[in-house]
């Protein structure tokens, strides 16, 4: 399984630990737990977001929608 990056903060957002960044991670949690799944790893740096699930369908769908937002 691979590990999804978006760059998608401004560049302070530095921490996984930084408010909008908290945000953003508890959103994927609660779609994880839709999914039957779990968040296994969320990495921020710079501004660019990275993370994984345990859910091969899960992480197709979110490809699928950054593909569409293209």
Known sequence: MGI???DMF????????HPVA???RELLT???????????SFEVKRGVVS???DS??????IIDIL???D
């Open 22 to 24: 908290e945000s953003f």
């Open 51 to 53: 993370f994984s699930f």
């Open 4 to 6: 999804i990056e978006v």
């Open 30 to 40: 609660e779609v994880a737990e839709q999914y039957c799944c779990n968040l296994e």
């Open 56 to 61: 091969d369908e899960l992480m197709a769908d």
């Open 10 to 17: 401004s560049k302070d957002v530095d921490d996984p630990q």
């Open 67 to 69: 593909h569409i937002g």
